[in-house]
């Protein structure tokens, strides 16, 4: 491969830096002693934002990451009998290493969701088991916006979702680690889950700028009192919580949140465009935020993940994924796509 | 109270703020992608910092905090009926909300310590369980250093702690969230807790100066392979690893992470020998590294907590805690022991 | 030694048989088929039959073994971030390896307990943790009638322990393994149990003459419906449940569980008289049920239990447990008697 | 339904009573006292009899039911980070009510598998996460002889997938809470199952005649001194436990646990052929076993049920589960077919 590399791979947006306007919020707070643990004014200033971009007095408890938020959230709204339905790509079913099994001993009743997206009648079809005391008991369905697959559900599919989980007294999580590049396409606002029915969510900073730190959002504040000791019991509880706090507040002044989930969609559909106009490139399907998911030739594939990093999704497929971030530029793009078209060449 | 408050208050170590040269580190990698979740260079380097520190192959995992790396290293060292040795007033059995118990399901036997220490005789006395299926079976020994009572185990002291429980086929678990203090007390260095016989060791980097950020450390470092799942099932994985890591190299560079330790030790130690002279004031113990706990008058209790706050460590006894940090200024104890006296006399 | 061993050890009343009464029950519900898992009319008399005992609309889960039953009934009444407080020489926390922190994830707050028994102030000094994350919530008072070192609370003592417990917002659960020895005592009545306060509880079948089967007693009703499904979720739902439910009929036909337990308390009685007679053995208290713990020389100890099994309760204080069982006859009671004295004839 | 019901319904083998031969053995060992918790004598013996069952050094420990000794089994084989490769259509997965996770923390990699039996293909499958922190490691493989389908694995099927996952470094369990009608069947014996590379399994007695009580044995006897453990842990240790050993040696005295299951799969052999003339009824397979999958009109499905009760297996394929005993008759079947044909016609 004799293309230059781009600056910035397509890998992960977890492998992506610190946005400078996050740097510069942690300096700024990083004077003098305040109390631990959330107990400080920046935490409570960072709450009130969360407050105003939900219109609703939903309660906040930061995380350290995004398997410790969904445990949190999941926590709250289990109980030790009950299990979670979700997709059988979801991140809490594939790439948590069990964690919600270990940690709350709880069963995730994976079901096949085309395009990483659950339909009301696949959460019908579980409740059959309800009241029985062989079965454990379905208590919760976990949805994640935008999906792991790159795509998103419409605020109409979510509110059908809760409707049909509500019906049998489930509650509804919602995992929202990449919730701002949803956000950002426009197919929803942050206020508009309370009126879907969503109960508690992961609201995510990490793949969107921050250096660390999530956000569990109670819709329904009543779950936050019992779930601050689930935090801590579960290792959630950061302690110098001034410097979570105020990444978030960085991030929503000026909504640089939306502009940096913008950005990181925007390029994904570049990219998309530039890729899908090459011989021996299909896209799964058109991007609908910052992920891709293409299907090239397994030489190509090999020679180009040699020389910038990137995951192969599925591999009985030849199916990769390439992830855009906010800080990826026209110039990784021109580049990247040089860099197919040439590894294609490669592998005729 | 008429006294100027301190700037910075005797409440905790983790109140304090972040030492501008672990700030700057975090700058300086704030540029392009890397791999996430520890497979970035910087993160290479500061476990090579480590295996320096410790002059031995050591294994390093970086977990969030405190409260997770404990269990991390727990976990590594436990099977699911055995149970841990620990002091009464250790942070795992008073400060974690049952997160050892939770997460591990493990039982903590916590042993009466004066002072936080414990002794050998103690941990033998657990031992005419062994064998017997009716009782759970002590599995591992965890101390702390420096103790959450502000002492200090000798080499040796630790040193017969680790062969008793050795003896019995115990591993031995350290909580060094503040070992630093320690080792700025020169009762030890890092390299001699392999002679000691510790198995493996939480060393702290928060309470010194980090942002966040612990280090799971293996001595015997066979037991860190199956610890990577375990970090990540217990949900302790940090995504961008790279700015915990550049933290703890921050630390490590001319020994800063001393320096710190010693200067919040060396004002602990003048702050008693001030307070030690005031009418009204008794001193637990003589400091021996940055906290100090001191009986005084409940009304002058209230009047300073409601001045500058620490913490109310055991209300039956009057006795409080002040615990000084690498921010701690000369100007702060000399308006902290004024503030002492003036809440004396306003409580004759 | 040459004195005819007894007939009936003195080691556990687990090691005795079956009642002939229960025996006779297992045969002859033993016709046909009846549903399996307590839906059968065998299991809806018995819960009928505890109706009775417990003059109230008890519900009955019917359990394994006892280890199972407390799992069962601390797991419907705690919060996964909640602790029991209990007496440390409880069997919860001595004799079940672990099971309660494995099974449920909670922490036993084991206190000192002289003769087995807690008191309101005990409890109370557990309270200052409320509302505080850092700390497991005390969410449980667990206590033991007949108590594990042969003592019996009155009503009294109960009915405060579970006001003070009550008045924090923690529920009481009373292992009952025992509870036949203490009615058998006429310190209290099973209806009784309502009045004092207690939620859930132990019911005991085994050690009084059962075979196997214990049931869980929800004097707060609406408990189990929750229950059910901790029931079966921990492995404790028994198939055939109609052959646990024929021997508590059996047991309460004509107060044959009473009949039992004032049987084997008489022969501890009869025990204790005779053996405090003895020069060289000392009473730790005149038996209240059908325990006895007496201190005697250790070569006494030793040749005696080689020659009829017993348990060394505390090796340090050379005590050791005597335990009578309904099947326990004169002829025991006089041949124990004359080992004891050969064994301390042998050990001058 | 004007048919006489049979005398022994076609629920569950879970519904049958006691074999008399059983119920002798339990009065014949109803005789003074022995030391409890399989310390006995009786208990001994019966693990003698499963080394001649096997024809090798097992070990055995005793359990309660089918779920905890399941749990048993499964917990001697998995570290926490491991999850457990099984059939969607296994007991641990579908009728255990979550307990693996809840008690083990473990997650069910639960596959659709054709007749309830797997592949190796579909184990290798699995493999790729082997070594990724981030996937849930798979531990073990858990089959079921004979299948929840009433299926059987052939010896050389149950070898392969031993074999596939002795590859991987994965142990193999066996859910044999009805292995004596796959042995009646002919398809192999127990020793057989030390060829085949089976790690340990759950032995039924419960489903042939006994009151209660399964065997865990482990083929590979070093795992067994660990599972003493957490048999006790996980509350599954019963303490009179001469009363399950006896049933055991009842059942392998002239091989009465063959005669049993070879009667119950001759019945549904009968009952098979006797359904399978009837116009209106489809059988799912030929039935190898005791249990017999029919799939009929929904209106004959609901009178037959209401008059003798069975399970709908499968309400969206209007199939039933008709399940033999070892105590069904001739009669029963007579009878059970009368009804049939009646409840068919009455729903032409």
Known sequence: MESPEPSHSFA????SGVHPAVMEALERVNEGHVLAYGEDPYTATAIDAFRGLFAAPVEVLFCWGGTGAN???LHSILQSFQAVICAASSHINVDECGAAEWMLGTKLIDLEAPHGKLTPSQVEDQMYVLGDEHHV????LSV????ESGTLYTLDELGE??????RFGLKVHLDGARLANACAAEVMRPEDLLDAGIDVLTFGGTKNGAMYGEAVVFLDPSLAER???LRKQNAQLPSKMRYIATQFGALFENDLWLDNARTANTMASRLGKAVASLDGVVLASPPQVNAL??????????????WSYFYDWDQSR???RWMCSFDTTNQDIDRFVAGVAEALALAP
């Open 227 to 229: 779930a601050r000791f």
């Open 137 to 140: 008991q379905p208590g919760a």
């Open 12 to 15: 992960s947006d977890n492998n």
């Open 293 to 306: 998911f293409a299907r090239l030739d397994r030489r190509a594939i090999d020679a180009l993940q040699s």
């Open 318 to 320: 030849n199916e990769v």
């Open 144 to 147: 994640t916006q935008s999906t």
């Open 71 to 73: 445990i949190v959230g």
């Open 161 to 166: 979702l809760a409707e049909m989980a509500h």
